[in-house]
């Protein structure tokens, strides 16, 4: 099997970038499609496990097309998988200096734990950016779901007016009172300003050549930390409607706020997903030539609620199909 050569650390330790999911969890992926009463679908092959897990897949992360059903026993059973597999605690941001911190955009409660997970590691003064660092938030036009988004929106906002700040930023104000539609880029830019306090627009950096989604960053001037706010467009996907991905907002990161040499960067999602989202970051990295950067894979436990089993069994397909690419 070949693998890509960046250096990329799960808590500091473990090297995702070169590491198989499949050969490092085969005996958990086995006792697993056991709970699932899916002995006879085993197989020692990866193109044969990839194939039949793809179900757990097709559709979206929060609106699979046949989403799994286990019983209490079944889903307690499986939790106990999910766990080795790394996909269920948080993994903590390594001690240290770093020229960058990423925080990877999704559903806005995802923000809002992956941005509060940020504030408290700088807030320790364990973790820290380099003098001429920065914060770098990864969005996207994903338009917001209003059926699972709309209560943290309002949590934000409710929030945001208590503080002593509070009407001090004109974006907020226009945001908080003309309801606009807001999109993951939108959403990122509330949960910053919810989590790392006053932010101020310096600069919007148009992209030329696209009507559809003119602005492709804008700089950020906080009290505290610089903030650079990735505005990325949709691309297709092998799965669901089209929309910005991780792999694209990389890309964009690379060209637009590349990292200096020798970079050591941490990079935020949060569980089930921290394992999966470094992982295409790396690949991403060693496809552009910048395997010098050292990318350190962090983020906070899943959310205790997110007992949905079609969310770990979705990412672990993910991962799987993500092995399948190195082979080819």
């Not at 757990?56 to 286990?70: C, M, R, Y």
């Not at 940020?118 to 807030?123: P, S, T, V």
């Not at 627009?201 to 804008?218: E, N, Q, W």
């Amino acid at each position: 099997m070949s693998t890509t050569e960046t250096h990329v650390t799960h808590g500091e330790h473990l090297n995702l970038a070169a590491e198989s999911f499949f050969d490092t969890f085969q005996p958990e992926l086995e006792e697993l499609f056991t709970i699932l009463d899916s002995q006879s679908q085993w197989s020692d092959n990866l193109a044969d496990i990839v194939e039949d897990t793809q179900p757990w897949v097709k559709g979206d992360h929060f609106s699979p097309e046949s989403p799994a059903k286990l019983d209490n026993d079944q889903s307690a059973a499986a939790k106990e998988i999910y766990t080795k597999m790394g996909l269920v605690e948080a993994v903590p941001i390594p001690e240290g200096e770093y020229d960058q911190i990423i925080v990877l955009g999704g559903m806005q409660r995802a923000n809002e734990l992956r941005l509060s997970f940020l504030k408290d590691a700088l807030q320790s003064e364990s973790v820290s950016l380099k003098a001429d660092g920065g914060i770098i938030l990864w969005g996207g036009r994903r338009p917001l779901n209003k059926q699972l988004e709309t209560w943290f929106v309002h949590k934000a906002k409710a929030d945001i007016d208590d503080q002593p700040l509070a009407g001090t930023d004109p974006w907020f104000n226009a945001m908080r009172h003309n309801r606009p539609s807001l999109s993951e880029t939108e959403l990122m830019r509330l949960a910053g300003l919810h989590n790392l306090g006053n932010l101020s627009l310096h600069r919007a950096h148009l992209r030329f050549g696209s009507a559809t989604v003119p602005i492709s960053r804008y700089e950020l001037l906080g009290d505290h930390y610089d903030i650079t706010l990735l505005n990325t467009p949709a691309v297709q996907r092998p799965q669901g409607e089209p929309r910005h991905t991780t792999e694209a907002c990389a890309q964009q990161w690379l060209e637009d706020v590349p990292p200096p040499d020798n970079a050591r960067v941490a990079f935020v999602s949060s569980n089930p997903y921290i394992r999966r989202t470094a992982r295409v970051v790396s690949e991403v990295l060693s496809q552009n030539g910048r395997q010098d950067v050292r990318l350190v894979a962090a983020g906070p436990a899943a959310y205790p609620d997110s007992n949905k089993d079609y969310l770990f069994l979705g990412e672990i397909a993910r991962n799987l199909y993500e092995d399948s690419k190195q082979t080819i």
